[in-house]
């Protein structure tokens, strides 16, 4: 479990990379009156994709990091977490892989969605090797970022049915709506002990 004792709201931040429909359903969730986190602060690799727009109309701080350097990318993160007393991280659609360095300093604080029932189907492009192996199911995994690519413990995961009609585009459209949902369950459920 997550050590954050002693305060009402624990300060977080999300890593988005494009549409930020989790980042989305995250900030609803924080706005909720029982809910225990508040977004401080948005982290981009990104400039001017949807996340980052819809961030900054909801007037979170938000920061562009260019990653030419992940050395000096996760510097920057780093400084932009001290600054805002940041204690927990979530990871929503980021694609961009953590050094060692970084998800061992902020060790059991890091935070991921992945589209698939993990352990199966690490890494990318998962539905589409799901349908392909003839999976009955696909669904989707809230676990904790360790070194090792989308190993972490799982806090939470959720099947959703692979349909004969379905290719991936439909398939990731239905688990992404379950993802939304699944998201902030997850964080309430971590959080249910502070
Ligand atoms: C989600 O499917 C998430 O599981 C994956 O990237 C997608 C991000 O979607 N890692 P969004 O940006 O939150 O809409």
Do not use: W
């Not at 989305?24 to 986190?37: A, D, E, G, M, T």
């Not at 996340?51 to 909801?58: D, L």
């Not at 589409?128 to 199911?137: G, L, T």
């Not at 688990?175 to 459920?189: G, H, S």
Request: with cysteine; net charge positive.
């Amino acid at each position: 479990m997550v050590k954050l004792i002693g305060k009402k709201k624990i300060n977080c931040a999300v890593f988005i990379s494009g549409r930020g429909s989790n980042l989305k359903s995250i900030l609803s969730y924080s706005k909720k009156n029982n809910s225990k986190i508040n977004i401080r602060l948005v982290i981009c690799n990104k400039p001017s994709v949807n996340g980052v727009n819809f961030a900054k109309k909801n007037k979170i701080e938000t920061k562009i990091v260019n990653y030419k350097n992940k050395y000096k990318a996760e510097k920057k993160i780093t400084n932009y977490l001290k600054k805002n007393n940041i204690e927990l991280i979530f990871l929503a659609g980021f694609m961009k892989i953590l050094s060692k360095y970084f998800v061992n300093k902020y060790k059991n604080k890091i935070i991921n969605i992945h589209p698939s029932l993990l352990p199966k189907y690490k890494g990318l492009n998962t539905h589409k090797r799901a349908i392909i192996n003839k999976e009955k199911f696909s669904g989707c995994t809230v676990h904790f970022v360790t070194e090792k690519l989308d190993s972490g413990r799982i806090i939470l995961q959720q099947k959703v049915k692979i349909l004969s009609t379905d290719d991936y585009k439909s398939l990731s459209k239905r688990v992404l709506k379950v993802e939304n949902k699944l998201y902030p369950k997850a964080i309430n459920k971590l959080l249910s002990n502070f």
